[in-house]
């Protein structure tokens, strides 16, 4: 009788958030900001693949996704620099073999969700990017303090000439 209860009250709460006009709380609320405040962007597994790449020294797949902005300034070569607003999602796995194609990688366990985010004011100390990582399936936000944008940007040095971004937009026919 009380899980029944509970179901109805459950429903009772999203019928009158609906009613009244409450939006729903999306999944991305509901995760913890990174040390520096940002938020996971609401929507962001239904954006548009940028590209992808694979690592061998630590042996995980990524798939590099895009906001709007993002993606139109990949289509048009518009990335150096990138446009302000422009946020790059990196979903990174540990690399996993293909259980029915052994010649085969394919992701495995979820290691963590990077995010890039453009605004050449906002981010003037970490050269115009905000940077953002959530750990695991769990999404635990990285890093102890709002410093672990430096750590990040540091190894991004090597890509400066590409607005410090290493992915290279995939072509597309």
């Known amino acids: 009788m ?3 209860l509970s179901r109805r009250s459950v429903f009772l709460v999203i019928g009158l958030l609906i009613l009244i006009g409450q939006p729903a709380i999306s999944a991305e609320k509901l995760v913890a900001p990174s040390p520096n405040g940002i938020r996971i962007p609401d929507g ?3 954006w548009q693949m940028i590209s992808s790449s694979h690592r061998t020294d630590n042996q995980t797949l990524r798939i590099i996704l895009g906001n ?7 289509r048009e070569g518009k990335t150096k620099p990138w446009p302000d607003g422009a946020i790059l999602a990196k979903i990174v796995w540990k690399d996993s073999q ?3 194609w052994k010649a085969a990688t394919v992701p495995g366990a979820l290691l963590h969700a990077e995010f890039m985010f453009k605004d050449s004011k906002k981010y003037a100390s970490t050269e115009g990017w905000g940077f953002a990582r959530w750990k ?3 999404q635990q936000p990285y890093g ?4 672990f944008a430096h ?5 991004h040095l090597p890509a400066k000439e590409n607005d410090y971004v ?3 937009p995939a072509s597309l026919p």
């Open 166 to 168: 290493f992915t290279k």
């Open 151 to 155: 750590e990040c940007l540091t190894c």
């Open 144 to 147: 102890d303090d709002a410093s």
């Open 68 to 74: 709007e902005i993002a993606v139109k300034a990949a």
């Open 44 to 46: 962001y597994k239904n």
């Open 136 to 138: 695991g399936l769990k």
């Open 98 to 100: 293909h259980p029915l």
């Open 2 to 4: 009380n899980k029944l």
